[in-house]
């Protein structure tokens, strides 16, 4: 290919007059521009130096080109981009010293081979000798220096053309050579950073897995004192009465405690003491002996032998009758039971994670729960923050919830609305987190767009005699109430920007202004 008239370097004409040598200069400014918007604009290395080469094809009517960068694995050169090479010649490799490309990278040094076909160092490695047949072809190397070391080549082959003049040329070409060694640098600089971010991400993930946190969401002081005391008698076999309201997470933190916990590769097994029958309740917890009873046609290990080595959680630990309340206390005790109809003792090495929403202390003064057995279980209290002692958790769980169900519904929410956070800040939350997660799967299911409104969320929020967090106001303050609030999230979406707010709500800028003075709303905060 021949070069284009308004970008050739190497025209011996070019110095003829000063005319000619500010055109030249003009081209080259020209063509340098466009190499640095080339290397500055694509994401990819790769893809930077191959736009590099296609312009040193357009500009300067380059046959081939390659650029080669030293694998510091291997030693080796390899190419990183070229034009005009077919795939097997792209996929070339050069040892340091081999060929006129290795040769460049060993002595930093350029060189120029005005003929190739005269030229016994030429390996004809990239491009063989067939696809040089139709002519003769000069080929030019230059080194990609980094830190005054060789990195890597820049080459291009030309048309042999007997006036061509090199040296212009070369300056030319180590100008480029010198760009293409920054975009390089600033590859290594961003690869090492990504790789440092990667590993610091992978390390945290590894901490969180072998924490078991990775479901326990909140960085609140009640939290993060409940992660200390968790993390304090995980690496124990202390049994452990976990405390707190219905739908604060007691599994959670009990799964939390075993997986920390020596024991986290043996089983944990669940037992929800409130829905076992009282019938049945001793042979699911010890297991019962064939015969036992009508139907037990079998021996059959129950919820403690199965945990032998491991954790058993028993939940509602409250709801247990005195009967089994005993035979509990004797596992305790002593490490043993029987099987129903069985007489002879089983032992077990289990550790015993209880929790309740009850009142114990009650049940102990109208005789409904053992005193003995309630100071064996009590041995390290947990004690669960309801979520409105935690409030600012609200928002980071609303915000967890929101990417489990988009995910589980396909949906496409990104946010929630600044009326639709502050109902969630200011409710009561009697449910606790369980109330939260039920709360934010019905406004991801009633969303039609990409964001969370009020309007998406429960009538209890919303509802003064419901959760006494929302005042009775009349017709016209609720109309205002909701009118500040599309106009508070229309700021927030456009960054505190009026205009763009205004398009928004399809009105002017002139009323959002007038709004804005209104309500008192400060378009600062919202630009955030």
């Not at 630990?317 to 089983?346: H, M």
């Not at 990417?403 to 939350?429: F, M, Q």
């Not at 409104?453 to 106001?473: K, R, Y």
Request: hydrophobic residues 40%.
């Amino acid at each position: 290919m021949e070069p284009t008239r308004d970008l050739v370097i190497d025209n011996a004409d070019a110095a003829s007059s000063e005319r000619d040598t500010d055109a030249y200069a003009a081209r080259k400014l020209g063509t340098l521009v466009e190499v640095s918007q080339a290397l500055g604009g694509h994401a990819s290395l790769a893809a930077g130096l191959t736009a590099v080469l296609l312009i040193l094809a357009r500009r300067c009517g380059a046959v081939r080109g390659s650029i080669a960068l030293l694998d510091e694995e291997t030693g080796e050169l390899e190419i990183r981009a070229a034009s005009g090479l077919s795939p097997e010649g792209q996929r070339t490799r050069y040892g340091i010293g081999e060929g006129i490309t290795g040769e460049v990278a060993a002595t930093g040094q350029p060189i120029v081979v005005p003929r190739v076909g005269s030229e016994h160092r030429f390996l004809h490695r990239a491009a063989g000798r067939h696809e040089r047949r139709d002519g003769e072809f000069s080929f030019v190397c230059v080194p990609v220096l980094l830190h005054g070391r060789a990195v890597g080549t820049l080459s291009i082959e030309l048309v042999y053309r007997a006036e061509r003049e090199f040296e212009k040329l070369l300056e030319f070409l180590s100008v480029v050579a010198s760009m293409v060694s920054q975009a390089v640098r600033i590859h290594q600089l961003l690869e090492s950073e990504r790789q440092r971010l990667v590993s610091e991400n992978r390390q945290l993930r590894q901490e969180l897995q072998q924490r078991h946190f990775t479901n326990l969401i909140g960085a609140s002081g009640p939290m993060r004192q409940l992660y200390e005391e968790i993390e304090r008698v995980a690496a124990t076999s202390t049994t452990v009465l976990i405390r707190g309201e219905s739908g604060t997470g007691k599994e959670l933190i009990a799964q939390a405690i075993h997986y920390n916990s020596l024991r986290a590769e043996k089983p944990f097994i669940k037992v929800n003491c409130a829905a076992l029958p009282e019938s049945l309740a001793e042979s699911e917890l010890f297991g019962h002996e064939r015969g036992a009873f009508t139907g037990a046609l079998s021996r059959k290990k129950g919820r403690f032998e199965l945990a032998s080595g491991g954790t058993v959680f028993l939940d509602e630990i409250g709801e247990l009758s005195l009967a089994i309340q005993v035979k509990l206390l004797r596992v305790l005790q002593e490490r043993e039971f029987e099987r129903v109809g069985g007489t002879e003792p089983v032992r077990v090495d289990v550790r015993v994670i209880a929790a309740t929403n009850r009142n114990l202390e009650r049940g102990l003064a109208d005789g409904g729960f053992r005193e003995d057995l309630y100071y064996r279980l009590n041995v390290f209290p947990i004690f669960i923050p309801p979520l409105r002692a935690r409030r600012a958790d609200v928002l980071p769980l609303a915000d967890h919830f929101i990417e489990k169900y988009v995910t589980e519904h396909g949906k496409n929410i990104k946010r929630i609305s600044t009326p639709a956070i502050d109902l969630l800040s200011r409710y009561h939350w009697p449910g606790n987190v369980r109330e939260l997660e039920n709360t934010i799967e019905r406004a991801v299911l009633l969303a039609d767009g990409e964001v969370i409104h009020g309007h998406h969320l429960p009538p209890t929020l919303q509802t003064a005699e419901a959760t006494g967090t929302v005042v009775s106001t009349s017709l016209g303050a609720a109309v205002e109430m909701f009118e500040r609030g599309l106009i508070e999230d229309a700021l927030k979406t456009c960054r505190g920007n009026r205009s763009q707010a205004a398009r928004l709500l399809s009105t002017t800028e002139r009323v959002v202004s007038y709004k804005v003075k209104k309500y008192g709303i400060d378009p600062q905060r919202l630009r955030v």
